[in-house]
């Protein structure tokens, strides 16, 4: 919505009034959210036909493949994919379940878990990652100059950067 009538509070305090957007920053936000829906859903359904699982569950057995030992605690992973650790469970449940992941005790942390990703998850990734890198390139990469990619890194960077909550006791997913 980019405009509205100003409104007002109660007779003795006015409103704070909304910063609405203008014609153009509606017109970017909107193809912003077309462009990341139509995306994730691109990508997603790549990976559920070529490997039977959603992009997010690749996106696990990726950190792990990077992963000293193909390992890392679970608070990590939670927190590198800014999802809760039950959602987080869950997903690792399952990949234990393809027999693609196991989970390990961490010896200094009773509480704490280890994701291991198996020989078995690691050659499901090999196998998937060709393809999704193609799915990749043809639905982002090839659709834009050097110069526009460049930009879209950039401004990416700028977006999360501002949104990293700086204070410890912030509402955290990876906390929950």
């Not at 990976?47 to 990590?76: C, I, K, N, W």
């Given at each position: 919505?980019?405009?509205?009538?100003?409104?007002?509070?109660?007779?003795?305090?006015?409103?704070?009034?909304?910063?609405?957007?203008?014609?153009?920053?509606?017109?970017?936000?909107?193809?912003?959210?077309?462009?990341?829906?139509?995306?994730?859903?691109?990508?997603?359904?790549?990976?559920?036909?070529?490997?039977?699982?959603?992009?997010?569950?690749?996106?696990?057995?990726?950190?792990?493949?990077?992963?000293?030992?193909?390992?890392?605690?679970?608070?990590?992973?939670?927190?590198a994919a800014k999802i809760t650790r039950s959602?987080?469970?869950?997903?690792?449940?399952?990949?234990?379940?393809?027999?693609?992941?196991?989970?390990?005790?961490?010896?200094?942390?009773?509480?704490?878990?280890?994701?291991?990703?198996?020989?078995?998850?690691?050659?499901?990734?090999?196998?998937?990652?060709?393809?999704?890198?193609?799915?990749?390139?043809?639905?982002?990469?090839?659709?834009?100059?050097?110069?526009?990619?460049?930009?879209?890194?950039?401004?990416?960077?700028?977006?999360?950067?501002?949104?990293?909550?700086?204070?410890?006791?912030?509402?955290?997913?990876?906390?929950?």
């Amino acid at each position: 919505m980019a405009t509205e009538p100003p409104q007002t509070g109660d007779d003795a305090t006015p409103a704070v009034q909304p910063r609405w957007l203008d014609a153009d920053e509606q017109r970017v936000w909107q193809a912003y959210l077309s462009a990341t829906t139509l995306l994730d859903d691109h990508l997603d359904r790549q990976l559920q036909r070529d490997a039977g699982m959603p992009h997010v569950y690749y996106g696990f057995l990726v950190q792990l493949s990077e992963a000293p030992r193909r390992r890392l605690r679970m608070t990590e992973m939670a927190r590198a994919a800014k999802i809760t650790r039950s959602r987080l469970s869950h997903a690792i449940a399952r990949l234990e379940r393809n027999g693609w992941v196991t989970r390990e005790d961490c010896p200094s942390d009773r509480r704490g878990q280890f994701a291991v990703l198996t020989d078995q998850g690691y050659e499901v990734l090999r196998r998937t990652a060709p393809g999704h890198v193609e799915a990749v390139r043809q639905a982002l990469f090839d659709r834009l100059t050097p110069a526009q990619q460049k930009t879209l890194g950039e401004i990416m960077e700028i977006v999360a950067e501002g949104l990293q909550p700086l204070d410890a006791g912030a509402d955290l997913p990876w906390l929950r």
